[in-house]
């Protein structure tokens, strides 16, 4: 796998104020599997995807557009690693899931759940002018050496409806405010469809930071983060994200690392981010 970024980002997650209570946090939009995909078919991206996870070393990355059999294979693949999540068609195994994958050695989830992006939240359901069902799954963590909480919230926007990206955007901020009573950090990451200037975005950024705004390091890596599986694409568009809240951000990564034959591993790039707790005033 070629890297554009590799030693680059091991020296900066190693240097000098990254420090051990540091949180590594990816978000991935993986491609689902499509069978009938002969040019990009998941089994030849499925190898190097596990290779860049394992060499980043994330300890919670949340996907996107995940099918079972493709959550089933990198929870196999990587050992250290459990997730939480279901798919968005049925809350079992049907459709695409965002799961949040993290290592259990160093963390535990002490509750988890996943509601729909729509008017009745709680089942299975399509929200106001989208194609088709959209989710957030979401997990309170408790490190298991500093035994402190945080909460991660990960998603998929709908691509068509412009009402449901708006509403999605409300609901899950709403979400947080009603499930995260006792105020701990939270991530909030995933592939939006939206672009930094459109409206949903500074809805999210008044109540939560945008990682990439706040990065103590210079953030590093191509401006946007959809490739299309073009080698030759401006990578201009941002449409993934991680905001955060009650988290310094120590560095912002979008990591354009590919295959050997330059081919990219998924049409999304993965966002990388590397985070401590503020300390309470």
Known sequence: MKSNLSIFALLLLLAPGIHSQDLKVMTYNIKYDNVNDTVNNWNDRKESMVKLIRHYEPIIFGMQEALHRQVTYIDSA????????????DGQQKGEYSPIHY?????KVLKSNTFWLSPTPTKVSVGWDAAMERICTYALFEDRSTHQKFYVFNTHFDHIGKEARQNSAQLILD?????????????????????????????IKSKMDDGKDITQQSFYG????????????????RIDYIFVKGFKVRSYLHIDDRMENNKHISDHLPVLISIVRKEKQ
């Open 78 to 89: 990587l050992t250290n690693y459990s997730y939480v999540g279901v798919g968005r068609d």
């Open 103 to 107: 290592d259990q050695t160093k963390l």
């Open 175 to 203: 979400k947080i405010k009603e499930i995260n009573d006792t105020h701990h950090p939270v991530v909030f990451m995933g592939d939006l469809n939206l672009e930094p200037e459109e409206a949903p975005i500074h809805y």
């Open 222 to 237: 191509p401006e946007g983060t959809f490739n299309g599986f073009d080698p030759h694409m401006k990578l201009d568009r």
